[in-house]
T-cell receptor, first 117, second 115 residues
Framework: AQKITQTQPGMFVQEKEAVTLDCTYD???????LFWYKQPSSGEMIFLIY??????QNATEGRYSLNFQKARKSANLVISASQLGDSAMYFC??????????????FGTGTRLTIIP | EAGVTQSPTHLIKTRGQQATLRCSPI?????VYWYQQALGLGLQFLLW???????NRGNFPPRFSGRQFPNYSSELNVNALELEDSALYLC??????????????FGEGSWLTVV
């Protein structure tokens, strides 16, 4: 079974500071993908960044980077130079292929990030 | 290129009625996923369709059902609505193939309110 753990229910960060959102995972799948999504109050889920389990380098997308530590089973999201528009819920998710039919995303409980002016 | 589109955006139903939600995946995507997100809660996996067939379903009662059409669009039906079915229903799509490499994109969701 897959499990995603996000231990920070809420975070407050000063504007322009960097922020790290924690995510740990557990899976027995040999191959899996890790995702981060942003959900503003409007409800839509916005894809931010993806890291494959076999990727050697950490993924980066603009101000977003994923600190992937496979041995520790962690996939933390780092947002550099935070902006007021970054205030939202952030979900870590994983997708594995242990057997056919298990190709769904498993989500963590999310972290509510609030950027303070 | 259009993203995942869902309709309706908002839906209000009375307890006991049926609700139908629709989803059009990104062009070329054959997999469609449905998730329920109750207020203040995380995303709960409902259903996964691929190539027209139901591949997996989450831990939900049979009154939650759906289908995928030949054009890969999908419909989620909720029968005998209960108050606790009030939630945001999110549809997502992806390519088939190596699932660890295919990003899943979400629509903007359908807000269902049961009164």
């Amino acid at each position: 079974a897959q499990k995603i753990t996000q231990t920070q229910p809420g975070m407050f960060v000063q504007e322009k500071e960097a922020v790290t959102l924690d995510c740990t995972y557990d899976t027995s799948d040999p191959s899996y993908g890790l995702f981060w999504y942003k959900q503003p109050s409007s409800g839509e889920m916005i894809f931010l960044i993806y890291q494959g389990s076999y990727d050697q380098q950490n993924a980066t997308e603009g101000r977003y980077s994923l600190n992937f530590q496979k041995a520790r089973k962690s996939a933390n999201l780092v947002i550099s130079a935070s902006q007021l528009g970054d205030s939202a819920m952030y979900f870590c998710a994983m997708r594995g292929i242990s057997n056919f039919g298990n190709e769904k995303l498993t989500f963590g409980t999310g972290t509510r990030l609030t950027i303070i002016p | 290129e259009a993203g995942v589109t869902q309709s309706p955006t908002h839906l209000i139903k009375t307890r006991g009625q049926q609700a139908t939600l629709r989803c059009s995946p990104i062009s070329g995507h054959t997999s469609v996923y449905w998730y329920q997100q109750a207020l203040g809660l995380g995303l709960q996996f409902l259903l996964w369709y691929d190539e027209g067939e139901e591949r997996n379903r989450g831990n939900f009662p049979p009154r939650f059902s759906g289908r995928q059409f030949p054009n890969y669009s999908s419909e989620l039906n909720v029968n005998a609505l209960e108050l606790e079915d009030s939630a945001l229903y999110l549809c997502a799509s992806s390519l088939s193939g190596d699932p660890s490499g295919n990003t899943i994109y979400f629509g903007e969701g359908s807000w269902l309110t049961v009164v």
